[in-house]
């Protein structure tokens, strides 16, 4: 009987780490890339959206910026979308949490995608250095 429930926690455990590893994403990290990121055309801004937690990785909601699917939110990833400044609302198809920004020629936001319990998954505004920080050991992904 013992034995049986060892066994049981034993595969218990295993699938959980399945599920969290399947959820994250593979590839070269943003450091690891072999060619640079593509330049930003003139008359753009920047926005990188990113995940560095595998939390909940089973719940990968579409990212959204205003109003569009720009990528989902994917565990241990980045992609970015170049856009003409302007202002800007980033939300998530998880929750009614935004965040708003204005964005300018030449200008790059960081927008961190983040877990909290009760499977909220929402975005965030992140400061230049620590998300240049922050996505450097990520894996670079195609957005929508």
Same mark, same amino acid.
């Given at each position: ?14 699938? %959980? %780490? ?18 640079? %990121? ?99 050991? %990520? ?6």
């Amino acid at each position: 009987m013992h034995g049986d429930r060892m066994t049981v926690r034993t595969i218990a455990a295993a699938l %959980l %780490l399945a599920t969290l590893v399947s959820g994250c994403a593979t590839g070269p990290s943003m450091s690891e890339l072999k060619t640079p %990121l593509p330049a930003l055309e003139q008359g753009k801004g920047r926005v990188f959206f990113y995940r560095t937690g595998i939390i909940g990785g089973a719940y990968q909601p579409d990212v959204m910026l205003n109003g569009a699917v720009v990528g989902s939110a994917t565990p241990r990833a980045v992609y970015l979308k170049d856009v003409p400044p302007g202002s800007y609302t980033v939300t998530t198809s998880m929750t009614n949490d935004k965040v708003n920004f204005v964005l300018s020629e030449g200008q790059q936001q960081y927008v961190r995608i983040s877990y909290k319990f009760g499977f909220n998954i929402y975005p965030e505004l992140v400061d230049g250095p620590t998300g240049e920080k922050e996505v450097r050991d %990520l894996s670079f992904v195609a957005g929508k």
